[in-house]
T-cell receptor
């Protein structure tokens, strides 16, 4: 079945550091890929998505590129801020979103000033 | 603004009692709603898929008689945890698929603690 593997956390970075959170997936066909963010005490918010190979999703300075050859969707940000502290979930859907999502375990990011 | 609401946000109940969690779609009609469960430091796991006007489809290992789902309208789905036990303590999150859209929106979650 479909699965998502993302790097274990927690990740602690200083403000303005470069962030990479690795995510790889296993899926049949051509899934859509997502990154969700969960701020403390809140629900999940869609951060970015990509629906086909080589697509790059971007939002709020975060980027991720759908790499079919390496089955990866790594999340990156060039300069993190304290306000980016949250849990980040990589997820996939077998189509563009109206089927259940399969989530990775989440990576907790803490950014210190 | 919020697209999906959940109520309550937190609930503590005694073992053996039942708890109802509501998930409301505020901006869209939702023909399909998903219920997920998140244990501490774990990922979200799909429990069931709820379709308006029909019976919910449960994932393997999820007891349908224990986790009652009612998708009564295009804007409301409820999850009732019956005869709750401490091992049911978890974070429950609903996700909706808005009619005509290919994107899933999530509620803020309900933290259930069973003592």
């Amino acid at each position: 079945g479909n699965s998502v593997t993302q790097m274990e956390g927690p990740v602690t970075l200083s403000e303005e550091a470069f962030l990479t959170i690795n995510c790889t997936y296993t899926a049949t066909g051509y899934p859509s890929l997502f990154w969700y963010v969960q701020y403390p005490g809140e629900g999940l918010q869609l951060l970015l998505k990509a629906t086909k190979a080589d697509d790059k999703g971007s939002n709020k300075g975060f980027e991720a590129t759908y790499r079919k050859e390496t089955t990866s969707f790594h999340l990156e940000k060039g300069s993190v801020q304290v306000s980016d502290s949250a849990v980040y979930f990589c997820a996939l859907s077998s189509n563009s979103g109206n089927t259940p999502l399969v989530f990775g375990k989440g990576t907790r990011l803490s950014v210190i000033a | 603004g919020a697209v999906v609401s959940q109520h309550p946000s937190r609930v503590i109940c005694k073992s053996g009692t039942s708890v109802k969690i509501e998930c409301r779609s505020l901006d869209f009609q939702a023909t399909t709603m998903f219920w997920y469960r998140q244990f501490p430091k774990q990922s979200l796991m799909l429990m069931a898929t709820s379709n308006e006007g029909s019976k919910a489809t449960y994932e393997q290992g999820v007891e349908k008689d224990k986790f009652l789902i009612n998708h009564a309208s295009l804007t409301l789905s409820t999850l009732t945890v019956t005869s709750a036990h401490p091992e049911d303590s978890s974070f429950y999150i609903c996700g909706i698929v808005a009619s005509g859209r290919n994107e899933q929106y999530f509620g803020p979650g309900t933290r259930l603690t069973v003592t």
